[in-house]
């Protein structure tokens, strides 16, 4: 969508440079019968950069493509009204591009927000320097629990304070999809206080494309999805359904930041040789969920009975398997993963992702990727 964009404004841009043309006596523009003066030829030929320049910033990816193509838009749509008995049907591109900039500033102040709350996540969260995981550290958890932290390779490591990854994705939106939908995503963590941020974008085809931010803060989970960065096709927040189901997704996702298990918000149980329950409370949120490893303390999947959405009545049966586990930053961890529902009528395997880059104890907030969206045709 973003060539095709591209390539319509371009082509717009080079139709404005033969009105210059007109103009100087350069050459002739037939489309336009009535004589074009020096002056308007000025502006045609400024369209014309506008244009011009706001191809450049898409095929760049920059985030300000919209303000140059409202600026050209606007001097077009006065030329064209100047001009109006022979150029009337370039406002029908005119109107065209102007919805696609709509959607454009659209993505920015979404994009905005999320850098916002992160910003403020960031800045509220507390690092613990140079404090190290030791044996000790990890003497009252489970056995096997203490089995994954140490094959984990964490002992010896500092505390893990806050997580900035990129995975990308595969999704089903309908237990009936056959094909997969792929997907970009950024996340970021903190564990004092424990908190997320994460954000994706997906298309459902060529021409239509879904943003999404989920985010846990003060205990509390909240849920925006977008169509074309524009149209809000949900928006679930102050239910405790919602709050519970997203700490729960915290509660699975320590996997990639494994000290975390060693927080004073989670407790763990024993259930037996190759399991434990660990239950997480956070200012009066609660949730729960079983971990699995192997024998040798590899991480093979959490469980958690957790409710879809607001509107379901019932928690489902909710699994993450890993499918691939490195070693990254020193640390093993589950690098490839899948997400399951178990429904009425059989397994909904509705997640697939790979994570592509980890970082932990980021000094700064990382920057948002601006070309995060062409990862997705990748």
Request: contains cysteine; glycine residues 6%; aromatic residues 12%.
């Amino acid at each position: 969508m973003r060539i095709a964009i591209a390539i319509l404004i371009g082509v717009h841009g080079i139709i404005h440079l033969f009105g210059f043309f007109k103009a100087f006596g350069i050459s002739e523009f037939n489309a336009i019968s009535q004589p074009i003066s020096k002056p308007y030829g000025i502006f045609w030929f400024l369209t014309f950069l506008l244009f011009a320049f706001t191809v450049f910033l898409i095929l760049a990816h920059s985030d300000y493509w919209f303000l140059s193509s409202y600026l050209a838009l606007t001097i077009s749509q006065v030329l064209i009204f100047n001009s109006w008995s022979d150029s009337k049907f370039g406002t029908i591109v005119n109107v065209i591009i102007l919805m696609a900039t709509i959607i454009g500033y659209s993505s920015f102040n979404f994009k905005n927000k999320i850098k916002e709350e992160r910003r403020s996540l960031f800045e509220n969260s507390h690092v613990s320097i140079h404090k190290k995981v030791l044996e000790e550290s990890i003497i009252d958890l489970p056995p096997i629990t203490q089995k994954w932290l140490i094959h984990s390779g964490i002992i010896g490591k500092e505390l893990i304070t806050n997580v900035f990854l990129v995975q990308e994705l595969q999704l089903k939106m309908k237990p009936d999809q056959t094909n997969w939908n792929c997907g970009a995503a950024q996340q970021y963590f903190t564990t004092q206080p424990p908190a997320f941020n994460w954000n994706i974008n997906t298309e459902m085809n060529p021409l239509l494309s879904i943003v999404g931010r989920d985010k846990f803060e003060n205990g509390k989970g909240e849920m925006i999805i977008k169509l074309l960065s524009l149209i809000p096709v949900a928006n679930a927040k102050n239910d405790n359904k919602v709050n519970q189901a997203t700490l729960q997704r915290y509660l699975a996702e320590i996997v990639w930041f494994p000290t975390m298990s060693l927080s004073p918000y989670i407790k763990w149980e024993a259930i037996d040789e190759h399991s434990a329950r660990a239950t997480m409370e956070y200012k009066g949120t609660t949730g729960s969920g079983v971990f699995y490893f192997d024998k040798i303390g590899n991480f093979e999947k959490f469980v958690a009975m957790r409710y879809e959405d607001s509107k379901a009545i019932k928690p489902t049966e909710w699994t993450v398997t890993a499918t691939k586990t490195e070693e990254r930053n020193g640390i093993k961890i589950p690098v490839e993963c899948k997400a399951s529902w178990k429904l009425k009528d059989g397994e909904w395997t509705w997640l697939k992702l790979k994570i592509t880059n980890i970082q932990y104890n980021v000094k700064e907030m990382p920057v948002a990727d601006n070309a995060l969206l062409s990862q997705v045709s990748k």
